[in-house]
């Protein structure tokens, strides 16, 4: 079973903007509690299958929580690589419109024709991620955009494969680094999430990158009164140890 890390505090941050409790997603995604935990903590890797069924609860995809593809390929990859691979559809409509950004690679040597066809897909990609489609309003309309615009995406990924064009794709975080003075000096990682997709010849099923991620935040900072914050969440100062107690509280000692 493949193993994946998970972004810190990426869980526990969509868990608590959902109002849901440690328990009650452990239960709605058939997940131990003490795995939720080392999600939510990021302490080590867990299994794939448990990410996917977590981010299904929340709603967002799994590549939303998944720090790094790289493990769920190979462990030969260095920990900083991203492996973009062919993606079911719905998958992938669902990453570009949750990503910030899209970036493209091309390993591909296209015809004049073909060129003319790619110009026109990244057109469509870019109208896929513009359109202002809001889920709760509960229009029939909107609904029927969004199944539109995905059936519109499988069809272009389709008539691609029928060229011999794979397009493969993979997501992860670029980091910003700033720092201010109100009071006491405070120093925040705030990051967005990046699609990178990449056309490729059918043979090529999986294509391995090392993007420019930024500045990216550390497992651990000093005791020095500086604020550090990841996401707007406190990062974890070395020296002090938290442990989990009743009712998602953590409790410093």
């Known amino acids: ?50 990410v996917r069924s977590v981010a299904r609860e929340l709603g967002v995809t799994p590549g939303c929580l998944i720090e790094s593809r790289a493990n769920a390929v190979s462990p030969i990859y260095d920990e900083a690589a991203l492996i973009l691979r062919a993606q079911p559809t719905d998958d992938l409509f669902d990453e570009i419109r949750q990503a910030a950004s899209v970036r493209w690679h091309l390993s591909i040597s296209p015809t004049a024709e073909q060129i003319l066809k790619l110009r026109i897909f990244e057109g469509r990609i870019e109208a896929i991620r513009s359109l202002d489609i809001v889920h709760a309003d509960g229009k ?80 651990w900072v000093p005791d020095d009164g500086t604020r550090y914050l990841r996401n707007g969440a406190e990062l974890p100062i070395r020296g002090r140890t938290r442990v989990f107690a009743d009712e998602d509280e953590e409790l410093p000692f």
């Not at 008539?159 to 993979?170: M, P, Q, T, V, W």
């Not at 705030?190 to 550390?218: C, F, H, W």
Request: with cysteine; hydrophobic share 40%; aromatic share 6%.
């Open 1 to 50: 079973m493949a193993m994946v890390s998970v972004i810190r505090g990426e869980v526990r941050r969509l868990r608590e903007e959902r109002g849901m409790k440690q328990a009650d997603l452990a239960e709605m995604a058939r997940v131990d509690p003490k795995t939720l935990r080392t999600m939510e903590m990021a302490t080590r890797p867990v299994r794939e299958d448990l």
């Open 140 to 219: 029939l309309s909107s609904q029927l955009d969004i199944l539109a615009a995905r059936e519109e995406l499988k069809t272009w990924v389709d008539a691609l494969c029928d060229e011999g064009i794979n397009l493969l794709s993979g997501s992860y975080l670029f980091w910003e680094y700033d720092e201010s003075f109100y009071n006491h000096r405070t120093v925040n990682y705030s990051s967005i999430r990046i699609v990178q997709l990449a056309l490729s010849n059918e043979k090529q099923t999986t294509l391995v990158m090392k993007p420019d991620v930024g500045t990216e935040p550390p497992a």
